[in-house]
C-alpha cells in the first residue's frame, strides 16, 4: 500500500468531517442497538425517525430514555426524522409538529428534519409556494422556542411538491429564517432532480447515497456512497461546509445486506479518497 503523504494527512485532518449514521442503514435494530453498531464504526453522530415500526419515538420509547442511551453510548443525536407533509399545514399539523418539537428536544435532537408533500397531490406553483412559506412562518416559533433547528430536505421526485434546494432556499430568505433553517442536500435527491444549486452555509446536513438506476427513481435503488457523490462533496466542502455526512441508504430489514460493518468501512474509504483528490499536485 502506498504511503499517505503529509500533504494529503494534512488535508484529511484539516476537512476532519464528521460522520453519521441514519437508521434507514440498520431498520432490523432498536435504537440502543442502533447507537452501539455506530459506535463501533467510530461514528459520532446519528439520526433517528419517527415512521412506523422504525424506532424508538413509533415505538413509545420515552425522550429521556433514548436521551439517556445515546449518552450511555457516547453518540449524539443529529436529527429527528421526520415531520411528513411539512408544507401543508392544517391545526393536525401544527399539533403534530409540536409533539415531535418536544420529543427532538427532549432526546437531545439538535434539529427536527422536515419532509415536503410527496404524492403529485400539490396545487399550481404559485399557491404551492405560498403554502411553503405559510408553512415556514408557523415552525419558525416552534423550533426556536425549543432551541431547534428545522432540516428542509427537498426531495427529487417528480411527484414531490419541493424538489428544489434553490426553492427552499428563496423560501427561507423570504421568511427571514435563516437562524432557524436549514438545507438537507441529499446525493441522491440531487441526483433525481438534476440539480445544480448549491449552498454550502444554508446546509445544515448531507446525506450521502449512491444511486444505481437514476432513471427509474425508486428508493431501493439508493445504497451506500458510489463514485457518483464525488463531484457534490467536493463541492460542498470547497463552499465550506463543515457539518456532518450522514450515510442513509435503504436497507431492506427482511433482507440486510450480509456486512453492513464492511460495506460503512468501504464507503467512508472512498470518500476520504475523495477528499485526498482535491490536495493539489
Same mark, same amino acid.
Given at each position: 500500500m502506498t504511503p499517505v503523504s503529509w500533504k494529503e494527512s494534512q488535508a484529511? !485532518?484539516?476537512?476532519?468531517? !464528521?460522520?453519521?449514521?441514519?437508521?434507514?442503514?440498520?431498520?432490523?435494530?432498536?435504537v440502543r442497538?442502533?447507537?452501539?453498531?455506530?459506535?463501533?464504526? #467510530?461514528?459520532?453522530?446519528?439520526?433517528?425517525? @419517527?415512521?412506523? &415500526? @422504525?424506532?424508538?419515538?413509533a415505538r413509545g420509547m420515552p425522550a429521556a430514555d433514548v436521551r439517556s442511551a445515546a449518552a450511555d453510548t457516547g453518540?449524539?443525536?443529529? @436529527?429527528?426524522?421526520?415531520?411528513? !407533509?411539512?408544507? +401543508?399545514?392544517?391545526?393536525?399539523?401544527?399539533? +403534530?409538529?409540536?409533539?415531535?418539537?418536544?420529543?427532538?428536544?427532549?432526546? #437531545?435532537?439538535?434539529?427536527?428534519?422536515?419532509?415536503?408533500v410527496n404524492d403529485g397531490s400539490w396545487p399550481a406553483n404559485v399557491e404551492?409556494?405560498?403554502?411553503?412559506?405559510?408553512?415556514?412562518?408557523?415552525?419558525?416559533?416552534?423550533?426556536q422556542s425549543r432551541g431547534?433547528? &428545522?432540516?428542509? +430536505? *427537498?426531495?427529487?421526485?417528480?411527484?414531490?411538491?419541493?424538489?428544489?434546494?434553490? +426553492?427552499?432556499?428563496?423560501?427561507?430568505?423570504?421568511?427571514? #429564517?435563516?437562524s432557524v433553517f436549514?438545507?438537507?442536500?441529499?446525493?441522491?435527491?440531487h441526483t433525481l432532480a438534476g440539480e445544480t444549486f448549491f449552498s454550502s452555509e444554508l446546509t445544515g446536513l448531507v446525506h450521502i447515497s449512491s444511486v444505481n438506476d437514476p432513471i427509474h427513481w425508486i428508493y431501493p435503488d439508493r445504497v451506500l456512497v458510489g463514485s457518483d457523490n464525488g463531484s457534490q462533496i467536493r463541492a460542498l466542502l470547497d463552499g465550506g461546509y463543515? &457539518?456532518?455526512?450522514?450515510?442513509?441508504?435503504?436497507?431492506?430489514?427482511?433482507? *440486510? *445486506?450480509?456486512?453492513l460493518a464492511g460495506a460503512l468501512a468501504a464507503s467512508i474509504a472512498l470518500f476520504r479518497h475523495g477528499l485526498l483528490t482535491r490536495v493539489p499536485a
Open positions: 484529511m !485532518r484539516q476537512a476532519s468531517p !464528521r460522520f453519521a449514521l441514519d437508521y434507514l442503514a440498520t431498520p432490523g435494530l432498536d442497538a442502533l447507537f452501539a453498531f455506530a459506535r463501533d464504526q #467510530g461514528l459520532t453522530d446519528v439520526q433517528i425517525r @419517527s415512521q412506523p &415500526g @422504525s424506532n424508538a419515538i453518540v449524539g443525536i443529529i @436529527s429527528v426524522n421526520a415531520l411528513q !407533509r411539512f408544507n +401543508e399545514w392544517t391545526p393536525a399539523r401544527r399539533a +403534530e409538529a409540536s409533539k415531535l418539537a418536544d420529543y427532538a428536544a427532549a432526546c #437531545g435532537a439538535k434539529t427536527l428534519m422536515l419532509v415536503p404551492r409556494r405560498g403554502d411553503l412559506r405559510v408553512a415556514l412562518k408557523a415552525l419558525k416559533p416552534i423550533l431547534l433547528i &428545522g432540516l428542509i +430536505e *427537498p426531495l427529487g421526485f417528480r411527484t414531490c411538491s419541493l424538489r428544489s434546494k434553490n +426553492e427552499a432556499a428563496k423560501a427561507i430568505a423570504a421568511i427571514d #429564517g435563516q436549514r438545507l438537507v442536500h441529499d446525493t441522491f435527491h463543515g &457539518g456532518p455526512f450522514s450515510f442513509a441508504p435503504f436497507v431492506d430489514a427482511a433482507h *440486510p *445486506p450480509d456486512d
